[in-house]
């Protein structure tokens, strides 16, 4: 059963032509975004964040002592992956998470 009729299009398709936007009226619009991802990333990337990803590509490691001020130099091991991984002893006065 086929419920299109070709001889109404015609007359719509006239009709669509002759429609006049006036105030008051509202026209909505959808956008379809591509679907390869790699335009949305690239869109909202700058040229400064490329720059920094292309520093820290290329640069070597730092050390503890490189990349942090001096006066913080005693505190090594606070930052250190061990201390990181353990935590302290549970108190009767700590705060439930």
Known sequence: MDI??????DDDDD???NVEIEEGDR????????????????VSS????????AFTRNSGQTSFRDSVPESL???EDVF?????DSL???RKWDHAM
């Open 15 to 17: 009709d669509d032509d």
């Open 73 to 75: 130099h005693d505190f």
């Open 88 to 90: 302290p002893d549970q």
């Open 27 to 42: 026209i909505f619009v959808a956008t379809i975004h591509p679907e390869d991802i790699h335009h949305f990333v690239h």
């Open 4 to 9: 299109h009729n070709d001889d109404d299009d």
């Open 80 to 84: 250190s992956k061990e201390f990181f």
């Open 46 to 53: 700058t040229v400064s964040q490329w720059l920094a990803e």
